[in-house]
DNA sequence: CGCGTCATTGATGTGCATCAAGTGGTGTGG
DNA sequence: CCACACCACTTGATGCACATCAATGACGCG
């Protein structure tokens, strides 16, 4: 993950990340109230997080596609408080947190690396609050296309043409709205020539006029 | 901060919090943009984050008090991500953050005690996206004040008065919603008698009452 | 004292939830 | 291989929680 190592670095780091582990599409991962004892890096497949409350209710806090990490809520109690979901067959590398922590204090950019992954999560986090606490749900929903496709075509995929592996309800959990609203905005969207759906396919046909829905051009006062 | 520490370590660690600075009631600690070089420790004061769009809007993303740490979201980047302003005169102190990095490579105590930190701030931002993605304006408010006076309390404060330092505008992009539903839902908690208003005073009469708004008790199926 | 800021309260509007019915795709067992 | 059941999804009709618009009131400060 991190660059320009040494090669003795490289081996510390590479000795990390040893341990594979397969989950099957709708397995955990981990569940709430766990025990934690490491983080994974997603090799394949898609995830879901999600906590729960007492009273039946959750909410999706995110989608986790290869290269991204989970577990990062455990530490602070060393207990786990979410669930993590694979929504399609999925394979992750266990990274014991004890060993991060130790391999951390040698190699100064796996330490920084860290670092980074928990700065860039809390920063994730503060825009889903910006789209729960001040969009509207054409918003949301662009918004969610768009951050999707873009980091699936960082990946190497399309930048137009996406596989939805989440349901509507999914969506709408993440993103605060009901599954009938989510479908409905995809109908409308597709109405516009914004996109085009068939089932969890999408293709994007209009990426700018998705990006003028989430942030409307400024009008002059 | 840590505990358990060793005289030597507890050196190394009281030169990091060494260098303070004031920060006078409206100023900001710093803004979104800014480069970042720092976190920072609250000694004292009360402070608000929030994050800005291009077109204006802008969404509260948390209120810290003496203790917590601000500046997390500048690490992935190098850069402020958002705004931190101080909303009574304020004093925090300065923890550069490569000197951080430093000790925590020699003070083992140190370097979990910023991964837990983080992992904090994680799971609360997760607790908010459950707020403002499933909760109700009476929710979203009896849990702010639920968490605003346990925070005060385990400061030595009451635990059914309390002072707010931030406005009901401020209150209500925190929790996504409007001032004058903050407005009006502090009104009807008053009316039924779990809390007094009186500008930004507030007493807490019922605090069972506002739990059970919180997390409604289970009926049975 | 007068002005600006913040808060309260009422009247009205609307975006999304809720309730409900129906469709299509998929997997299973006879 | 087809019939059936199940699930995810779509779409329409209705209702409600909260936003919006507007007027007034309460502090605090120069």
Redesign the pocket.
Known sequence: MPIGLSVEELKRVDELVAVRRPVKRGAALFHAGEKFTSLYAIRTGFFKTCVNTEDGRDQVTGFQMAGEIIGLDGIVNDQHTCDAIALEDAEVCILPFDRIEEISREVNALQHHVHKIMSREIVREHGVMLLLGS??????LAAFLLNLVQRLQTRGFSKSDLV?R???????SYL????????????KF?EECMIE????NIRILDADALKRIVNPPQHCH
Do not use: H, N
Request: hydrophobic share 35%.
């Open positions: 969009m509207r749900a054409e918003e949301r939805l989440m349901t509507r309800e999914e969506i709408g605060g709205m009901k599954l009938e609203t989510v479908s409905r905005t995809f109908s597709a759906v068939s089932q969890r």
